[in-house]
């Protein structure tokens, strides 16, 4: 084997190596680097808000505090209105408990009767239990301590910005750095992808909560903000929310109608949003091909749960910027977007298409 061979084999091992630390370091420390990204993001998100306060000429301190003020009365606001539906969703436990098992049963002496079968069948009645109950509360506990300490993290990065910045300039001892235009360019895209993200979630809640209103959903507005929450996850998010949906829809209607046209609105709705709602509202910021998202949803999945599932797609979108700014790292991020190429074949296709409609024309 050669110098170079054994180089290149060196260089290979010590990546793999930086890339399982750089997981095993995120994974370890969830609990400090949750909150410290979810508050970088909402900081780069609020900066519009907090810099018009400012130059309104409010302190800087105050004109944080009016606009994390503001956005937590509108989050608890949400929270509030929902809590009603969401103590009674959970007062309708045993009794959606009871007509799954119900339903089930009769599922299973139809199968049993088509089939021939003579042995019954257990049901499994545990499956609704609540024997996992100690366990959410306990998660729950910990996401609402995290959720306390991201608004001081966002305080703390938008009133120490100027310090910030001077540190990478005194970094660098050549005035500017490069890093500095990154982290505007990254500002610009986390703006872009949160707000307009934001606006899809309204607008999707609008739209579902009026379809869900008229197919008589009892929790129409508590299952219209949870489908557009988990629209946020890509196809993961829309796949599970649907299914508990329509899950719930079948327990609680009689007729097969009210489950299948529910499946067929949120089809709709998701078709909707695809095509039309997100590129109008969103564009095309963070250009991330559709595997590179997939891979972004289960890594973050993997190293945060779900908030690692959120925040790993725009993070996929910085580091393709990342990796387009350095010229050896240049292919990588050409392997995260979505420019295609175009395929030699297909082009001389079509230019053999267009020549024989110009022959016909007598161009």
Do not use: C
Not at 13 to 25: G, K, P, Q, R, T
């Amino acid at each position: 084997m050669t110098n170079f061979e054994t180089s290149k084999t060196q260089n290979t091992f010590y990546s793999l190596a930086i890339f399982v630390l750089i997981i095993w370091i995120m994974k370890v420390g969830a609990t400090i680097l949750v909150p410290l990204v979810w508050g970088a993001f909402f900081a780069f998100a609020l900066f519009p808000i907090s810099n018009w306060l400012e130059e309104r000429r409010l302190p800087r301190g105050l004109a944080i505090a009016i606009t994390l003020i503001l956005v937590s009365s509108l989050a608890i606001t949400v929270f509030y209105v929902l809590t009603d539906q969401v103590i009674g969703l959970i007062t309708d436990i045993p009794e959606i408990k009871d007509s799954f098992e119900t339903k089930l049963s009769g599922y299973i002496d139809q199968i049993e009767e088509f089939l021939g079968l003579g042995a019954s069948m257990e049901s499994s009645s545990g499956l609704l239990s609540q024997a996992n109950l100690e366990a959410a509360l306990l998660e729950t506990g910990k996401s609402l301590v995290l959720l306390g300490v991201i608004p001081l993290f966002i305080f703390l990065m938008l009133y120490y910005r100027d310090f910030f910045v001077e540190f990478l300039k005194k970094l660098s001892k050549t005035g500017e750095p490069p890093v500095l235009s990154f982290i505007k360019e990254s500002g610009s895209v986390i703006q872009s992808y949160l707000l307009g993200m934001l606006m899809v979630t309204i607008i999707v809640s609008v739209i579902s909560g009026i379809v869900f209103y008229f197919l008589g959903i009892k929790y129409f507005l508590l299952f219209a903000v949870f489908i557009a929450v988990m629209n946020l996850i890509p196809y993961v998010g829309v796949l599970l929310s649907s299914f508990l949906l329509v899950f719930y829809v079948l327990l609680t209607t009689e007729s097969l109608f009210y489950p299948l046209t529910t499946l067929f609105m949120l089809w709709l709705i998701q078709l909707v949003e695809n095509n039309l709602i997100t590129p109008v509202v969103v564009g095309a910021r963070v250009r991330v091909n559709a595997f590179a998202v997939i891979m972004a949803i289960l890594l973050g999945g993997f190293i945060w749960g779900v908030s690692g599932m959120i925040l790993f797609i725009p993070m996929a979108g910085l580091l393709k910027i990342t990796f387009e700014r350095i010229p050896s790292l240049a292919p990588y991020g050409y392997l995260l977007g979505d420019n295609y190429p175009v395929i030699e074949k297909h082009e001389n296709f079509y230019k053999k298409m267009i020549r024989k409609i110009k022959t016909k024309r007598g161009v």
